[in-house]
Every structure is written in C-alpha cells, then in structure tokens.
C-alpha cells in the first residue's frame, strides 16, 4: 500500500516515522515543506527536509527536535568568536550535511536529486521529496512588519502575531520530480500533524500539488496538529486562533477544505465538531506503541 | 444532518475471527468497517472512534458537541449495513426517544437517539435490557427495532459465510480474498 505524507517539520517527522514503522519504508513517500529553506553563511538549509531526513534515519536530537544527536559546536563557537552571524545554529555534523547539498546545487543539481542522493547516503529506504525544486520561501507579515520565516520563527522566536502569511514563488513554482508522480500512485494521501499556515501551506501552495489533491481518487486524511485545543509544539494554535478564528478541529479542517475526506482527531478534541468526517484516537507520539496506535487507528479506518 | 457515531475497536475486532491469521483478521475488520461507513456517509456524518479503551466514554464526549438532531451509534461489525437499514433505524425512534437493534446474544447493535443525554455507556453482556431500562427510567420511549442487516453482527468466520450474500462490497472483496488465501 503507497501512502503520500504531505510533512514539515517535528510533527511531520514524527509522523513520517510512524507510517515507516508500521509499513513497508519503501511504500512511503514524504513531500517535505521547502518554504523554510534559508542561505546559512552561503549555505543551502533545508530546515523541514532535514529533520524528517534525520529523524528517519534515527539520529535526529530528539530532546531539541531538530539538528543532529551527539551534535558538537566547535565550527559555530569559532564563527561567533570571530564576529560571523550565528542565530541560526548549526552543529558541526549538521554543517557536513549543508555543505555536501550546497555544492551539489551549486553544480546544478536540483534538490530533488540533492535530498534523494542524501536520504540513500543515511540508509533511509522511505521517499524524501522536496515539494518543489523552484524557490519558494514562506514570509510571515506581522504587525511590526514582514520576515522571513527563520527571521521570525528562530530569530524572533515566532514571539510576534501572525497576520498573513505569503509563500514567495509560490507561483511559478512546479511540483518537483516524482510529487505528482507518488500522489497519482497511492492509496491513502495524509498530511501531516504540522502547521498547516506554515508546514502543509507551502506545499499546498505549488498549484500542481494541490490540483493533484484536489481531484484525487483516493482518500486523503490530515492529523490534527492539535490536542485539547493546543498545539503539541510550536505556535499553530495560536495562529489558527488568529487567522482561522478558533483552535478546534473544524479549524484544521477549514484549511484543507476541499483537500481531505477525513480528520484525526485526538480523543480530547472529540467534544467538538469537524465538519467532516472524523476519526477520533489518541495522537500524541510519545513512543513507539503510540506512534504505531495512531498510524493503525488512521490506516485500519481508511484503507 | 444526523451524527453517526461509530466506535472500533481494532484490537477488539483482531480478536475476533479466530482461526484467521491477525492480518487476515485485520483486514476484514477494517472491511467490515469500511462498509459501515459507506452507509454511515450516505445517511449524515461520520464520527469514528478509534480507541482501545472507555469506550462508551468516548462515544459520551463525542455526543458532547452534538446540541440538536437524531444520533445514530452504529458498531463497526455490521457489514451488512445499507443507507435504508439506517434510515429505517432513525425512522423508528420515537419521538424524544430511542430506537435500538438487539443483536441475538442480548448485547446492542445500533442506536438512534433524539438527544444525547439518552446514550450512557452501556456496553457489553445484557446491554440492550440495560439501555430500554434506562430509558424508561428517564421517562423517554423505547422501541427495539429487529432490522435485519443490524441485527446480525459478526463475530466468527461462519457469521461472515452464512452473510454472504448480504455482506457490503468490501468485506465481501476482503472475504473472498481471505478465503482465497
């Protein structure tokens, strides 16, 4: 059975792990969200992709949730001593990763090819896709003004309201190699328990991923990112209450409309309506008995 | 647009079925589901319950956000379950009452409730006796209603055989390849 997960970042990943667990690797396809790519000291990071990439391949720190475990900063404290800019961390291994893609692309490679090669060289057997190979960065306009996502999310610390969120790129940009291709072959299409302005947005924002979700012919689902109303990580919930108007599953689902056949739910949000078909069960993804409960809850109603 | 409330226990169905494979006992679980909510989809809106415990809880909570209009709780082990078996259950619900289908080991099928406060969680040996007796406690009428294709459950293979004809298009798919197999 081919499933297509449409993932950013933590949750994305968690869930990404889940559905490799309890499926063949090889029947699972990961769209990753591009739209936090950044240029670190001139070089190419792929924020989203790696954390799926590294949590996949199980050496993703999981206490921080990003980066690589039994990471070391030698290369970061020697920039910072030297005057560079080092708001955007990253550890020396982490730094080998970033390199091998930079020059890659600066060869020419798309990064399609670039984060294939990559997932190979970890032993991941799943599919790793960016959503596209075009540049296509995620702006967040707040009311001390617009940045880029890292700027707001990492730099600021996601501390200021969001209004709007824009995905620059977004349209001309093309699905990249193998996206439309998976999506036409699977059986079930999920998305992910991320954000879904900032994580499942970009994506959704390549137009030819979203005619593909659009009129699909198998089920699609989405895990609700939130539990008793609360995001798990991370500031959904406090953007969906903002631009969405509230933090309940007809929220989620209002950003998929036309998208999804069917909502996760955890069991704390099960007293409120989705307006959509709802599978209520317990998400959170403490372990692995939790992952595969929630994976099998999903696959068992669906497919 | 009524609530159709569908509890499933995936751990509970996988035990069933028995001397089928756990997969095999998976699938047609599953199967037997999906045809429920093929049903459930045609006649209001789906809410599945997929927890391993409470239950009867769960289904309460779900009921929660429900403020007006007819509740159906439908089990996942009905395959031969049809849009009209549905409508004819929340036809015979009473006014302000409950309809319910007995399965023949005492234990309840189905439910159409006129309001949530009807439902509490009942389950298991004797139910059917246990939920008319508390809705007669509460006051509201009661008719249990021996619609065919809710009434007979499944439980073991030779349910699913004697069904045969009757069963919904996935789980006769899922049989004929488990058989196969």
């Known amino acids: 059975m081919n499933v297509v997960l449409l993932a950013g970042g933590l949750g994305g990943s968690r869930f990404a792990r889940a559905l490799t667990e309890t499926l063949a690797p090889r029947d699972v396809t990961v769209v990753g969200n591009v739209g936090d790519d950044l240029e670190v000291s001139g070089l190419h990071v792929s924020p989203d992709l790696d954390t799926i990439l590294y949590t996949l391949a199980g050496v993703l720190d999981e206490e921080r949730g ?19 800019e080092t708001w955007f961390q990253l550890g020396d291994r982490d730094l080998g990763l970033h390199l091998a893609r930079t020059e890659a ?7 399609s090819a670039v984060t294939a090669r990559l997932t190979r060289a970890f032993g991941v057997e799943a599919t790793l896709l960016p959503a596209t190979d075009d540049r296509l960065r995620t702006w967040v306009a707040t009311p001390v003004g617009e940045f880029s996502f890292q700027e707001w999310f990492v730099r600021r610390g996601h501390r200021d309201e969001v209004d709007r969120v824009r995905f ?7 699905a990249a190699p193998g996206v439309l291709e998976a999506l036409a072959a699977a059986d079930l299409i999920a998305i992910a328990p991320s954000n879904p302005f900032l994580s499942i ?52 689902a209002s950003c998929y409309k036309g998208l999804i056949d069917s909502l996760v739910v955890d069991e704390a949000d099960a007293d409120e309506d989705a307006g959509i078909r709802t599978i209520v069960t317990r998400t959170l993804m403490s372990d692995h008995a939790a992952r595969r409960t929630l994976v099998e809850a999903v696959l068992g109603v669906l497919v | 647009m009524p609530t159709v409330i569908v509890p499933f226990r995936r751990e509970h169905a996988k035990l ?49 956000r429900i403020d007006s209009g007819p509740i159906l709780v439908v089990n996942a ?43 509490a969680p009942l389950y298991g040996a004797g139910s059917a006796q246990r939920f008319r007796a508390r809705a007669e406690r509460l006051g509201a009428p009661v008719v249990t209603a021996a619609i065919p294709n809710l009434v007979d459950d499944v439980d073991t293979l030779d349910d699913l055989e004697r069904l045969e004809g009757r069963l919904g298009p ?12």
């Open chain 1, 66 to 84: 990003w980066g690589r475990a039994d990471e070391t900063w030698t290369t970061r404290e020697t920039a910072t001593e030297l005057g560079a």
């Open chain 1, 105 to 111: 692309l600066r060869r020419g490679e798309p990064l």
């Open chain 1, 168 to 174: 620059d790129g977004a349209e001309e940009a093309r």
């Open chain 1, 201 to 252: 947005g970009p994506i959704l924002a390549v137009a030819e991923v979203r005619a593909a979700l659009e009129s699909r012919t198998v089920p699609a689902v989405a895990v609700s990112p939130l539990i008793g109303g609360r995001s798990v990580r991370g500031p959904a919930d406090r953007m969906l209450a903002r631009l969405a108007g509230g933090t309940g599953p007809e929220q989620v």
């Open chain 2, 16 to 64: 069933r079925l028995r001397p089928l494979s756990e997969e095999a006992r998976s699938a047609l679980a599953a199967a037997m589901l999906a045809d429920v909510l093929a049903a459930a989809d045609a006649v209001g809106r789906a809410t599945i319950l997929a927890l391993e415990a409470n239950q009867g809880e769960a289904v309460e909570r779900a009921l929660r």
């Open chain 2, 77 to 119: 082990d009905l395959p031969c379950a049809e849009p009209r078996d549905l409508l004819a259950l929340l036809g015979a619900r009473p006014e302000g009452g409950m309809a319910l289908v007995e399965a023949r080991d005492g234990t309840t099928n189905a439910l159409a409730l006129a309001a949530p406060h009807l439902f």
């Open chain 2, 170 to 181: 996935h789980t006769l798919a899922e049989l004929g390849a488990v058989l196969v197999r």
